[in-house]
């Protein structure tokens, strides 16, 4: 059985490990150069179809 004391112990060690993660995420996202509007890439039928251009005839 875990006694009272270890519960609160597991619990501290939990939260700061999370914290962590989020402040370390938060600097990755921070030093990272984002878009401003994400761009979407065409697929399917949203693609624009080109044609070659094989001169006259």
Not at 43 to 53: I, S
């Amino acid at each position: 059985m875990i006694s009272n004391n270890e519960m609160i112990r597991i619990r501290r060690q939990m939260q700061r490990r999370i914290r962590d993660v989020v402040a370390e995420r938060r600097r990755t996202r921070q030093q990272d150069p984002a878009p401003s509007t994400p761009t979407p890439t065409p697929t399917g039928a949203d693609q624009e179809v080109c044609v070659a251009d094989n001169g006259p005839g």
